[in-house]
């Protein structure tokens, strides 16, 4: 099982990228679980979502207190404590950052992808939200999922221009995603 722990903040689409993924998974014929935990329920507040993903069913509905993967939507949380907390040996982590972050370091930290995400979706919808972005670039880095079950599980959020728009963000996320070996 894959337990990854994703921080960002409202407005960003932190809880809706762990609900694509579960998705996706789904759609192979795994098994994914999203849930989120919420302190001020604001634009702008922060915000971490949880995903299980496996080839059993997932039963557990729990925040994820030792995540493999760790997915950052906003980049000033790139440094807190917190992020990092209970990260397990071999671990990976997503970032949305727009600058060189090379340099982030964890004992734990063994793969890191780097992908402006912000820029993908301001040129394809127009808006700063990097949900859909980070879907296809949590897709390449992770390995754990192809790119089609990725864009085929956004049908349940969007529909016409902004399904292929959205797709086109996924799409982009998995092909210009940079990863790092640490």
């Known amino acids: 099982m894959s337990e990854v722990r994703f921080h ?3 407005g960003q689409g ?4 762990s609900k694509i993924l579960a998705n996706a998974f789904v759609i192979t014929g ?4 999203s849930f989120p935990m919420f302190g001020f329920e604001r634009r702008g507040a922060p915000v971490t979502a949880f ?10 509905k729990t925040q ?7 997915v950052v939507l906003d ?3 790139r440094a807190w404590a917190a992020v990092f907390n209970g990260l397990l040996p071999g671990g990976m982590m997503l970032l949305n950052d727009s600058e060189d972050t090379t340099d982030i370091s964890h004992e734990n930290l063994e793969k890191l992808g780097v992908i402006d995400a912000n820029r993908i979706a301001l040129e394809e919808i127009g808006l700063a939200i990097p949900n859909t972005v980070i879907v296809g670039a949590f897709a390449r880095m992770s390995g754990l999922l192809a790119i089609e079950p990725c864009c085929e ?9 902004k399904l292929s728009a959205n797709i086109n963000c996924v799409k982009r ?10």
Do not use: C, H, M, W
């Open 173 to 182: 996320g998995f092909e210009e995603v940079e990863i790092f070996d640490l």
């Open 14 to 17: 932190v809880v809706t990228t």
């Open 51 to 60: 995903g299980r993903f496996s080839d059993k069913p997932v039963r557990e």
């Open 30 to 33: 795994q098994f994914g679980a």
């Open 64 to 70: 994820i207190y030792n995540p493999d993967i760790l």
């Open 75 to 77: 980049p000033s949380q």
């Open 153 to 161: 599980a956004l049908q349940d959020y969007f529909s016409g221009k």
């Open 8 to 10: 960002g903040r409202g």
